[in-house]
C-alpha cells in the first residue's frame, strides 16, 4: 500500500471520467504517476477488476478495486523505482509492503498494520482481497481483526 | 520514518553493545542494513545525539535518539536505493516521508499520520525533533495533536 499525502494509507488509483478513456486505462495512468516506470510494464485488464462500493459523502463517488498478482522480481522493481514517480514526494509519500503474518505476541504484524490510519474504504477492500485471493485463511483473517481489536493506545 | 516488520511506524536503528563499538558506529551499522548503501556517505556522529529514554517494560532498555539533516538529492538517493537495503522486506516493510502540513480540512496531513501505529516512544520522539529542529513552530505542533484527539474512528 502507499502512504498517502493525507497521512493515511491507500491504494494507488485516482479518479477517472470514462467519457475519456476506460476504467482500466485510467487506472494505469494513476499506477504509472503515483508507482513510477517500473508499474507500466503490468498490464491490468477487466479481469483485475474485484469489486465496487458507492459512497455518498462527502460526495457522490463509486470506488472500483483492482487487485493484480506480481512476481517478487517485478514487485522489487516497482519499489526500486517508485522514487521516480511523478507523484513520490506529493500524492504519495512512500509504498509499504503489508505484513500479512501475526508475530508471536498475537498482535505484532497484520494486527498492528490495521490500527494504522487508513482513507476511505481501503482497510476493507485489502481484508476482502486477502480473503478473495486466498493469501489468508478466514480464520488467519478474523484472529488478525479480533487481535488488533484489543490492542491498547 | 519507516514501515517496520511489526505493522508499526518507526525509526531505523536497532540495538548496540557499546562494549563492542560506539552508539554512533552502531546506529550506522544498522542505518546502513535498514535504509541501504545510500545512507553510507552520512556521517553519524555526537553532534546528532538528540536525547535519551529509559524504559523498564518489557524489558530495560535505553532508547538514544539522534537526528540528521540531508539535502533533498540526498534523501532522494536513500529512498531510490531503499530497495537494496539488507533488511528491505525483512525488518523494513517501507520509508515513508512524514507530511509536515495541515490540509484545509484541518485533519489531513499530519494529524492524521498521527493516528497511525508507532512502535515505543517513536511518536513522541518525532514531535520532539519537529520541535527542537524547529521544522514546526510549537502552536503548529499543538493543533496538530490536538486534531489528531479529535479524529473519529
Redesign the interface.
Known amino acids: 500500500m502507499m502512504?498517502r499525502?493525507?497521512?493515511?494509507?491507500g491504494f494507488p488509483g485516482g479518479f477517472v471520467d470514462t467519457r475519456d478513456m476506460s476504467l482500466e486505462s485510467g487506472l494505469c495512468r494513476e499506477l504509472l504517476e503515483e508507482l513510477g516506470p517500473a508499474i507500466s510494464t503490468v498490464d491490468i485488464t477487466e479481469k483485475d477488476y474485484r469489486s465496487s462500493q458507492v459512497r455518498e459523502h462527502p460526495q457522490k463517488c463509486v470506488t472500483h478495486f483492482y487487485t493484480k498478482e506480481l512476481k517478487l522480481d517485478d514487485l522489487?522493481r516497482v519499489?526500486?523505482e517508485s522514487?521516480?514517480a511523478k507523484d513520490?514526494?506529493l500524492e504519495v509519500?512512500?509504498?509499504?509492503?503489508?505484513?500479512l503474518y501475526t508475530?508471536r505476541d498475537g498482535v505484532?504484524?497484520?494486527?498492528?498494520?490495521?490500527?494504522?490510519?487508513f482513507i476511505g474504504n481501503s482497510k476493507s477492500q485489502l481484508l476482502y482481497a486477502l480473503r478473495t485471493l486466498r493469501l489468508l485463511r478466514e480464520d488467519q483473517i478474523q484472529e488478525a481483526i479480533r487481535a488488533s481489536q484489543n490492542?491498547q493506545y
Chains 1, 2 share one sequence.
Open positions: 502512504m499525502f493525507d497521512g493515511r494509507f522489487e519499489e526500486l522514487g521516480l513520490h514526494g509519500m512512500g509504498l509499504v509492503r503489508v505484513p508475530l505484532g504484524g497484520l494486527p498492528a498494520f490495521l490500527c494504522n490510519n490492542i
